[in-house]
């Protein structure tokens, strides 16, 4: 079993650039893959960036590509999402996710989930 905790999320202001932090615990094993996510009020979740844990390889969704970079620290077992020049419209629940591979973008591929966490831009 893998425990995902999401933290770094808050209220910025448009153009601002923020770094969410995914903490996994538990079983965390080389072949995995840790995914973002992000949900918009009255929206379904959409897949953002993901990477493999062993490798460090990425992958990214088209709409993200230039503005995020997704990253890990195996030794502190977390994972990063920078993003920049946010937008009113990136505003969502960010969620991170574990995936048994890289390249994955349903949310069905992905077993485990934290609880997310708040990202606000206002104009």
């Not at 993200?64 to 020049?85: C, E, F, P, W």
Request: hydrophobic residues 35%.
């Amino acid at each position: 079993q893998v425990h995902l905790v999401e933290s770094g999320g808050k209220s910025v202001q448009t153009g601002a650039s923020l770094t969410l932090a995914c903490a996994a615990s538990g079983r965390t094993l080389s072949s995995y893959a840790v995914g973002w996510f992000r949900q918009a009020p009255g929206k379904e979740r959409e897949f953002v960036a993901a990477i493999s844990w062993s490798s460090g390889s990425t992958h990214y969704a088209n709409s993200a590509k230039g503005r995020v970079a997704i990253s890990r620290d195996n030794a502190k077992n977390t994972v990063y999402l920078q993003m920049n020049s946010l937008k009113p419209e990136d505003t969502a629940v960010y969620y991170c996710a574990e995936a048994g591979g890289l390249g994955y973008e349903d949310e069905y591929e992905y077993d485990y989930w934290g609880q997310g966490t708040q990202v606000t831009v206002s104009s």
